[in-house]
């Protein structure tokens, strides 16, 4: 599992614990300890999990109408406490996440979905970020960081010469 999985992880527990407990913001902090002691005692997310849970909380009015929006036939309220916190964290990294791209929270959402939700939370989950997705596109609101063209792992370093003196003699 990766780092950044791991502490998605621990903030959607932690979401979890937030919300079911009626929003108690001041108990994060407790509730973000006990998540790492309890799985993951040796992890150091360099702040991530602190810094994500409370991007959340402080749009968490703004995401929540996102979701409606997005899911008419699902109140938020009735969204399962798993799903809507899946939810929560993939809005927040979808739309207003300056580093993370789109597909990445897209697919990191929808893997925790699958992991910790029911038999169609992936699927809910897919639906309703993939729409918010294609609305982005359709609006033209692609985030900066979805602009960069990444280059393929292998042979990135390599200059196009470099890359056409492996092939072999008959294809060059």
């Known amino acids: 599992m990766s780092n950044r999985h791991l502490a998605r992880t621990i903030s959607m527990q ?3 614990q937030w919300d079911f407990n009626g929003r108690p913001t001041a108990k994060i902090s407790d509730f ?4 790492l002691k309890d799985f993951a005692p040796d992890f150091d997310d360099k702040g991530f999990i602190s810094e994500l849970i409370n991007n959340v909380i402080n749009r968490v009015e703004e995401i929540d109408a996102i979701i409606v929006k997005y899911a008419p036939d699902w109140p938020i ?4 406490n798993v799903d809507r916190n899946i939810l929560r964290i993939g809005v927040y990294e979808l739309k207003f996440s300056d580093i993370v791209p789109s597909k990445v ?3 990191e959402a ?3 979905a699958k992991t910790f939700g029911g038999d169609s939370s992936g699927r809910f989950v897919n639906g309703v970020l993939g729409a918010i997705y294609k609305d982005m596109i ?3 609101e692609i985030k900066e960081v979805d602009k960069v063209e ?3 792992k292998e042979n990135a370093d390599q200059t196009v010469s470099e890359k056409e003196a492996k092939l072999p003699d008959e294809k060059k």
Not at 32 to 35: A, E, K, L
Not at 77 to 80: D, F, G, L, V
């Open 138 to 140: 359709a609006t033209n």
């Open 77 to 80: 309220e009735q969204i399962t």
């Open 110 to 112: 929808i893997e925790l």
């Open 14 to 16: 932690t979401l979890y």
């Open 150 to 152: 990444k280059p393929r």
């Open 105 to 107: 929270a897209i697919n």
């Open 32 to 35: 973000i300890n006990s998540n």
